[in-house]
T-cell receptor, first 112, second 112 residues
Framework: ETGVTQSPTHLIKTRGQQVTLRCSSQ?????VSWYQQALGQGPQFIFQ???????GRGNFPPRFSGLQFPNYSSELNVNALELDDSALYLC???????????FGPGTRLTVT | QQQVKQSPQSLIVQKGGISIINCAYE??????FPWYQQFPGKGPALLIA?????SEKKEGRFTISFNKSAKQFSLHIMDSQPGDSATYFC???????????FGPGTRLSVLP
């Protein structure tokens, strides 16, 4: 186990709703990244947070937003859910200046 | 230019055989090339990684071969075991992880 935890494990939402996913980083890690993994595909980089600020973003619309807290836990918020948002959402943590990142088990989001 | 291509899509190997997965990239700014292993229902786990200043890295049964001029890298799994059956992702990153790009994955099945 990596020490990165995510909650909830599974979630079902309706199109148009909003969702918040949570991540607790591994101890000592100050950088967190979020990824979307559609079924049968590789993870897609959503964004990265360091010192509570976003410092890198992939090709995702603004309705995907995040927060990082002083204890290095973080949230991913998705507004106006669409059917294509159904995926496994992964967070990964690492120390700034290190490439080695460690993933949590993910949250399976289903949008109906 | 941001893509990482991966082949084959799926691979079946007999126990004790060698599994080989190949990846190619275009972005010459990438400077970190990891491989991740993912089991069903789990997040990706870092397996082995290489920087472009070396051509090969070996850890136990796992070896990365890196060809900077061809912009290609590969994972070799020696003495493949049924427990190695999983999906493998290559990835590439630059600027200390502000941009992490994953390949589409290879589903490996090792037959007993």
């Amino acid at each position: 186990e990596t020490g990165v935890t995510q909650s909830p494990t599974h979630l079902i939402k309706t199109r148009g709703q909003q969702v918040t996913l949570r991540c607790s980083s591994q101890s000592g890690h100050n950088t967190v990244s979020w990824y979307q993994q559609a079924l049968g595909q590789g993870p897609q980089f959503i964004f990265q947070y360091y010192r509570e600020e976003e410092n890198g973003r992939g090709n995702f619309p603004p309705r995907f937003s995040g927060l990082q807290f002083p204890n290095y836990s973080s949230e991913l918020n998705v507004n106006a859910l669409e059917l294509d948002d159904s995926a496994l959402y992964l967070c990964a943590s690492r120390k700034l200046g290190s490439y080695e990142q460690y993933f949590g088990p993910g949250t399976r989001l289903t949008v109906t | 230019q941001q893509q990482v291509k991966q082949s084959p899509q799926s691979l079946i190997v007999q126990k004790g055989g060698i599994s080989i997965i190949n990846c190619a990239y275009e972005n010459t700014a990438f400077d970190y090339f990891p491989w991740y292993q993912q089991f069903p229902g789990k997040g990706p786990a870092l397996l082995i990684a290489i920087r472009p200043d070396v051509s090969e890295k070996k850890e136990g049964r796992f070896t990365i071969s890196f060809n900077k001029s061809a912009k290609q890298f590969s994972l070799h799994i020696m003495d493949s075991q049924p427990g190695d059956s999983a999906t493998y992702f290559c990835a590439a990153s630059e600027n200390y992880g502000q941009n992490f790009v994953f390949g589409p994955g290879t589903r490996l099945s090792v037959l007993p």
